[in-house]
């Protein structure tokens, strides 16, 4: 049931990123692809294997909970930012005007603008592979708007502006590195070990976090990307795939209406896909209304209720999950110690099971993040290693429009030669050290005046004569 979604909620401190690591090595362990967003670089500890400690083995006595099989899981780490893993990276085209649009926050006129954009792109063979390739692009219809009226309509310049400086916050953000080739193939996390282990993919996310725009449409691209291309498959006896995504508040705030109602739609759609998604967060208030309705799966640590805010989400948090008899689950939530929980599952027909009291198992993987010597170790052994670290920049967009250019000024140049030497010819030149060559016009306009000055002396002097006479 876990391609049904659920959120891992509680304070800071109470233990999430430990409960995210038990459930994600639990799935790779049966064979289901892992994708964990480490938010604070601590989860990389996944691939390594948990040494017991006089601490954690008491407290496994005291709860009678399993002693773990201490051991690592197959791993390999990814990055948009293309710094602490294999890079991530999508085509302009791939991506197409509809979700960049969506990602922008543009209004109808500016999306009229961008689907033009993609038109003209795809009628005149230019392709859109980069973030550069999109800046040339956008140049190109403001700068022929004109000539593209009659066919696409009006392109006004303040929308084509708009979009330019949406275009600026988002490669502040570090698009530039997400646009590009290799495009990640998508099947490539669907992978398990010789073993039949899934693999744990480990997004670097410490950085891109920061950039949160960014991160929404990473997020946004790959849910979609994974509904377009995965085939209908309807309730397998397990996911193909399970995402964890820490700090989830981090991808919806200040996110566009339009953004929400989109990853409302996709997580309601890739179920049937055989993909499961969980979000992880301090509050289920976090998450807005339309995306917390598709979450079915509850796992709830600890919240503090200091204040009347704090003490109406613990009431709200309560109401939400199905009640117990025999709990006091609003009271309960704030008495929660740390790995404790409050677990509401979906059951085989789909509805949440009564809330019930839990301790958390211990991971048999680290608690805390892999060395540097680790993680390269790790990378060094990937099975994607070379198949995605180097850019390609082929021909597209960008460099066959900066061919034009140059054609369309050599051919000036050439036409401005000939005219200069046509101008010479026949006005004349000045010559390298300032002096003048006079042209055929300046030569005929001398010829003139010097036989009119001649012709007229020669009047002058007949009249003398004759008066002499």
């Not at 670097?204 to 995965?230: G, I, N, T």
Request: proline fraction near 5%; aromatic fraction near 6%; glycine fraction near 10%.
């Amino acid at each position: 049931m876990a391609n049904r979604h659920g959120c891992i909620t509680g304070a800071t401190g109470t233990g999430k990123t430990v409960s995210l690591q038990v459930l994600a090595e639990a799935f790779a362990q049966r064979g289901t692809a892992v994708f964990v967003a480490d938010i604070k670089g601590d989860l990389s500890g996944i691939t390594q294997a948990g040494e017991p400690n006089e601490k954690l083995l008491e407290r496994l006595q005291r709860y009678q909970l399993p002693t773990p099989t201490w051991q690592g899981n197959p791993a390999v780490f990814w990055d948009v930012l293309a710094e602490q893993g294999h890079p991530i990276r999508v085509t302009v085209s791939d991506l197409g005007p509809l979700l960049l649009s969506r990602m922008l926050d543009l209004n109808d006129t500016q999306e009229g603008v961008m689907n033009v954009l993609f038109r003209v792109a795809d009628e005149e063979g230019l392709l859109l592979l980069d973030f550069k390739d999109l800046r040339a692009m956008l140049a190109y219809i403001g700068e022929h708007a004109s000539a593209l009226r009659a066919r696409y309509g009006n392109i006004a310049p303040a929308s084509v502006g708009a979009i330019q400086r949406a275009l600026i916050r988002l490669e502040n953000e570090g698009a530039e590195y997400f646009f590009g080739e290799p495009a990640l193939d998508i099947f490539d996390w669907l992978r398990a070990d010789p073993s039949g282990k899934g693999l744990v993919n480990v997004l670097a996310a410490d950085r891109l976090v920061q950039s949160p725009r960014l991160y929404a449409l990473f997020m946004l691209w790959m849910m979609a990307e994974l509904y377009e291309r995965l085939p209908e498959v309807g309730d397998l006896p397990q996911p193909k795939i399970v995402f964890f995504f820490d700090e989830a508040h981090l991808l919806f705030n200040d996110a566009p209406k339009a953004l929400l109602e989109r990853i409302e739609q996709v997580l309601r759609l890739i179920r049937s896909k055989g993909v499961g998604v969980f979000f992880v967060t301090q509050s289920p208030g976090d998450i807005p209304d339309v995306i917390l309705g598709q979450l079915g799966h509850r796992i709830q640590h600890a919240l503090r209720a200091y204040t009347p805010r704090e003490q109406r989400a613990v009431r709200t948090v309560a109401q939400t999950m199905r009640p117990n008899p025999d709990l006091d689950i609003e009271r309960v939530i704030t008495e929660l110690g740390v790995g404790e929980v409050l677990v509401s599952m979906l059951d085989n027909q789909g509805r949440p099971t009564i809330t019930q009291r839990a301790w958390m198992a211990a991971p048999g993987s680290r608690i805390g993040p892999a060395t540097l010597a680790e993680k390269q170790a790790i990378q060094n052994a990937s099975p994607f290693a070379g198949k995605y670290d180097t850019v390609i920049d082929r021909e597209s967009a960008y460099e066959l429009l900066e061919q034009r250019v140059a054609e369309q000024e050599s051919q000036d140049a050439s036409q401005g030669g000939a005219l200069g030497a046509l101008s010479d010819f026949l006005l004349g030149s000045a010559g390298p050290r300032g002096g003048r060559r006079d042209g055929i016009v300046q030569s005929v306009i001398k010829s003139e005046v010097r036989r009119g000055a001649r012709q007229l002396l020669r009047g002058l002097f007949s009249s003398l004569r004759g008066g002499g006479r």
